[in-house]
């Protein structure tokens, strides 16, 4: 079992200390003002097979509708609702995307409806973060999840049932205005903010382009002087985003995942000289009652009398040292040398950093 645990904790940090390969810039870049937009909505989904909810506002959106169509419903008409749900719709609003086409929508239940499927969703408006309707959506759904229920109360649910898609189910009405044709320069954001990979971008424009090409502001964004015509500017860059640069290394970290046990450990990460012994304790508690009876003709009663054992036992620890300036190899040979679980990893390399023997940033999740 130890020697499958060290082999896993080798692939990993193996992975992890691979070498810096060049990435292209589309790779990672964002343009500035090139941008998703999320949409949301509020509707009904109908054709339910009694497995709608119950919800008050269900029935206000239903009388609602139908008084949009004409139909008044009578006063203190309860309508059953069971095959109607309430429901959200939301989506992604890719960007540059023009009116008329379509994208897909998830719609998810905000009632007790039990299921969705086998419904069907009317016209919903999908609004954007500033009230203004930017699609329309309806159609039938698909629905992963499923759930089935006996007389008894018994019930058995696979997945979500209460969630679902509509591929292409909304329509896109309005167009989002970009930034992307507007002034002299295109401007990058880093997904990974880093002044070094900042300044080989810069070398790397500026290499192909010529001098004073592109600039950085900061840690993040770089700016490329682009011509204004859209068409030449979507040549332009078209080459820029291909082009390939060697981001820098990230800075010396260990990432503690502590619910799966999970331990990353960074290629820059160094340890200064330190000793250090684990042990494991282990404390045992037994309950063994024991049940003494009367004699037959005896007036006394059956007494259980408790019986508490309790054991303490320690493994014996194992002591491994670290040298100066120990590289991530080296880290590894040790822990696989001791056989530590990742529980006791993780208790060593905090105390590594409580110790200031750790030159790495500890990150526990």
């Given amino acids: 079992m130890n020697r499958l645990r060290s082999s896993v904790l080798l692939l990993v940090l193996a992975l992890v200390a691979a070498p810096v390969l060049a990435d292209r810039l589309k790779d990672l870049a964002r343009i500035k003002g090139v941008r998703n937009n999320q949409l949301v909505g509020y509707g009904l989904v109908v054709g339910l097979d009694g497995t709608g909810d119950k919800a008050p506002f269900t029935n206000q959106t239903f009388r609602n509708m139908m008084n949009q169509f004409g139909v008044t419903l009578p006063e203190g008409t309860n309508p059953n609702l069971a095959n109607v749900a309430a429901v959200t719709v939301h989506a992604t609003l890719p960007p540059f995307a023009k009116p008329g086409q379509e994208m897909d929508v998830t719609v998810s239940s905000i009632g007790n409806a039990d299921s969705l499927r086998g419904g069907s969703l009317l016209m919903t408006s999908l609004k954007g973060a500033d009230g203004q309707v930017y699609a ?13 229920a006996g007389a008894d109360g018994s019930r058995i649910t696979v997945n979500v049932p209460s969630v679902g898609r509509i591929p292409n189910g909304a329509t896109i009405e309005r167009e989002v205005l970009s930034p992307f044709s507007r ?34 502001h900061d840690a993040t964004s770089i700016s490329v002087k682009a011509p204004r015509d859209p068409s030449q500017r979507v040549s332009f860059l078209s080459i820029l985003e291909n082009l390939e640069v060697d981001p820098a290394e990230d800075a010396a970290k260990v990432v503690i995942n502590s619910r799966t046990g999970t331990i990353v450990v960074g290629q820059n990460v160094r340890v200064s000289p330190a000793a250090i012994t684990h042990g494991n304790l282990t404390v045992t508690i037994q309950e063994n009652p024991e049940v003494n009876q009367p004699n037959p003709f005896a007036n006394g009663d059956t007494v259980v009398t408790p019986n508490t054992q ?6 014996p620890a194992r ?10 190899n080296e880290i590894v040979q040790a ?8 529980g006791d990893v993780m208790a060593v390399l905090e105390a590594l950093k409580q110790a200031g023997a750790l030159r790495a940033e500890l990150i526990v999740i």
Avoid: H
């Avoid at 295109?186 to 300044?199: C, E, G, K, M, Y």
């Avoid at 309790?310 to 493994?315: G, K, P, Q, R, S």
């Fill in 136 to 148: 329309m959506a309806q159609g039938s759904l698909v629905v992963g999840g499923f759930g089935a």
């Fill in 183 to 216: 002034g002299d320069t295109i401007t990058f954001n880093l997904l990974q903010p880093d002044f070094t990979t900042a300044r080989r971008v810069v070398e790397t424009v500026n290499g192909m382009l010529g001098p004073d090409m592109a600039y950085a």
């Fill in 310 to 315: 309790i054991a303490v036992t320690e493994d």
């Fill in 319 to 328: 002591m491994f040292q670290f040298g100066p300036a120990t590289t991530l």
């Fill in 335 to 342: 822990v696989n040398q001791v056989g530590a679980a990742p």
